[in-house]
Nanobody, 124 residues
């Protein structure tokens, strides 16, 4: 079992930055692909970014490419999402997720563990 706890959300003006963290406990964090997803009110959950167990491979949604950066520190059992140049359309609840697969991917249904989410609100 893996427990995931997100933090770092908040209210920020358009153009600003936030860094989300996701702390993992339980089974071996370093063996999991980690992903970030988000869900805005009235919309389906969507993929944001994913990172391989080693950190050597990353994958981003087109909507955040060049603005967001996913990283991980396996010694701290933590994955991060650095969000720059935030836009109002980035407003959502952000979730981290863990998957036992080897290859990074964007399919939410294939992730095995989920955090409770952290709210990010970007004002215009």
């Amino acid at each position: 079992q893996v427990q995931l706890v997100e933090s770092g959300g908040g209210l920020v003006q358009a153009g600003g930055s936030l860094r989300l963290s996701c702390a993992a406990s339980g089974r071996s964090f370093a063996s999991f692909v980690m992903g970030w997803f988000r869900q805005a009110p009235g919309k389906e959950r969507e993929f944001v970014a994913a990172i391989s167990w080693s950190g050597g491979s990353t994958y981003y949604a087109d909507s955040v490419k060049g603005r967001f950066t996913i990283s991980r520190d396996n010694a701290k059992n933590t994955v991060y999402l650095q969000m720059n140049s935030l836009k109002p359309e980035d407003t959502a609840v952000y979730y981290c997720a863990a998957d036992r697969e080897i290859v990074v991917h964007s399919i939410a249904a294939r992730y095995d563990y989920w955090g409770q989410g952290t709210q990010v609100t970007v004002s215009s």
